[in-house]
């Protein structure tokens, strides 16, 4: 799909028209991942940042906020908790921590890889290539690394790079690619700034980056961020700016299906936050994962990473029973196992093809 039929979704209003689009995603996403949602338990490893990152509440100028990182302990606890509740995947994501020691989580990834079958996704900023072949080494399968925005100029008034090193996303999505990990990315919707023809070029990015995962989830603004405060200084005309809506974010993740048919594609946190059916919405437009959070409860308002976020008061064993029938009653089924997305499996097959 081009980027010129994508917009034109995007700025679709018909009811009858947009039920189309629903139910071409979902029949993509049952004829390419099936009816099976895999559940990933993700762990809020660290609410250090460096970063300063305008939309984020854990940005390093958010300085009401209380930091903390995760004990070894603290971790395995969570892994025990994922493997109690049937998971197949942990998500250790966090901020920029300057000071998470790379060695000791290439230790705990080891330990992991080693006691369970577990499959280790990071989820954990711009990391240098030499942590990221670290981790990898270490046993690490999977890594989120959304780009937020493809549109150079938003990107970079967003981010303000750290001295002396410009951030590039992309080329970090390639490096990635290259050490073996199975990529995903994907962006906010609604940002300020954001225009449709930018959103549609995103959506077109997905596709042409061949992305095994993609996340996306409308922005949510923080009141103690700059980008809440200068708002109306980000904004783009009216009539361009994209809106940080449910329906929005349903058009892109569905838009998301059938540009990458057979990528793991979750219905995020972030839209359960602004939709109270969020997560099954997402399902049957296209996704097909759910991220349980299994942070320890005391820490989860630390990872304030938006306001009210859907997951806050959420227990894990109290959400999953919740998840697990919710999931019942749209007709789907929980997935076993790891869940590689389709998309990397065929990947692999034909590198090892190539080979033989
Ligand atoms: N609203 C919505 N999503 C946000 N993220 C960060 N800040 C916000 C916000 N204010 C998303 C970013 C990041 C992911 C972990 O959370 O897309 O990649």
């Known amino acids: 799909m081009k980027r010129a039929e994508i917009e034109h979704w995007l700025r679709e209003t018909d009811g009858a028209r947009l ?28 609410n250090v940042c460096g970063r300063a990152c305008a939309y984020c509440g854990i940005r390093s100028g958010n300085r ?3 930091r903390y990182r995760l004990t070894t302990r603290e971790l395995l606890e969570c892994m025990r908790r994922a493997l109690a509740l049937g998971y197949g995947t942990l998500v250790l994501q966090g901020g920029e921590d300057p000071a998470l020691d790379p060695e000791w989580l290439a230790s705990i990834i080891r330990r992991v890889k080693a006691r369970t079958s577990l499959a280790v996704t990071l989820s954990l900023g711009e990391r240098s290539p030499n942590e990221l072949a670290l981790w990898r080494n270490a046993g690490a399968d999977r890594y989120l690394l959304r780009f937020e925005t493809s549109d150079r100029d938003l990107f970079a008034r967003l981010h303000p790079s750290r ?5 590039d996303r992309i080329a970090l999505l390639g490096t990635l690619r290259e050490l073996g990990y199975e990529t995903g990315s994907g962006v906010m919707v609604g940002l300020p700034g954001q225009t449709y023809t930018s959103l549609a070029r995103d959506i077109e990015l997905f596709g042409e980056l061949d ?25 783009a005309a009216p009539g361009e ?14 838009l998301a299906r059938l ?19 969020g997560r099954a919405l997402g399902l049957l437009r296209g996704a097909n994962v759910i991220m349980p959070n299994i942070t320890p409860l005391r820490y989860r308002a630390l990872y304030d990473i938006y306001p009210d976020k859907a997951c806050l008061h959420e227990d894990a064993d109290t959400f999953d029973m919740e998840l697990k029938t919710r999931i ?9 196992g790891q869940g590689e997305s389709p998309n990397c499996t065929a990947r692999r097959q034909s590198a090892a093809c190539a080979w033989n």
Request: some cysteine; glycine content about 6%; charged content about 20%.
């Open 19 to 46: 039920d189309e689009l629903w139910q071409r995603a979902d029949a993509v996403r049952r004829e390419h991942v099936g009816d099976a949602v895999h559940l990933r338990g993700l762990i809020e490893i660290s």
């Open 64 to 66: 009401q906020l209380e």
């Open 163 to 167: 001295p002396g090193r410009s951030s």
């Open 211 to 235: 992305l095994d995962m993609i996340g996306v989830g409308p922005y949510i603004a923080h009141p103690a961020t700059p980008l809440a405060e200068h708002e109306a200084d980000f904004r």
């Open 241 to 254: 700016q994209t809106p940080n809506t449910e329906l929005m974010t349903c058009k892109v993740v569905a």
């Open 259 to 277: 540009v990458c048919p057979r990528s793991n594609i979750p219905a995020t946190t972030a839209l359960a936050t602004i939709s109270a059916d």
């Open 328 to 336: 019942a009653a749209i007709g789907r089924c929980v997935a076993t």
